[in-house]
């Protein structure tokens, strides 16, 4: 997949059927509202979202908020302005094969709770273990920052 530029780049891959939605709520997660990025990734990365919240759910019983999906470099480029932690130049986020999740927003509520994010770092540290992903904690803006890796 080639990196998305703009919009038409990813209007090609959704045509395409590359890219797929991600639901604005599913067991597990929410999508917030998004400013900076568009609420689609590859099949792959759909489907890890969705485990990942479907474990995190069963071990919680509680939900997480996905802050961050794909985005073209123009949406990058702005997000940078506001947003020192967003990449100069490439970033996963730029392949529909990245996310967002916040560690300080869950069931909706925002506030630390250590133990949901403690769990939510164990199903992580999980899908990491099996070779499925990458994450970062990012401490400037509150979430982890998971590449879906090729497996």
Known sequence: MDIL???KSVD??????????VKKKSRGYRLQTLEYSRPYLVKKARAT???IANKFAAETKSFFVVSSVTR?????CR???VNSNAALGISSHNY???FDISYVRFDQVLKVNIKLEKELEKV???????GRIFYIKEKQQSCYH????RY
């Open 96 to 98: 529909g094969a990245a």
């Open 146 to 149: 998971v590449t879906v890796r």
């Open 12 to 21: 090609k891959y959704i045509a395409k059927g590359k890219f797929v939605k």
């Open 49 to 51: 979202l969705e485990n």
């Open 5 to 7: 530029e703009n919009t």
């Open 124 to 130: 992580l540290e999980s899908y990491k273990n099996l």
């Open 79 to 81: 997000l940078r302005k």
């Open 72 to 76: 073209t470099l123009e949406d990058q």
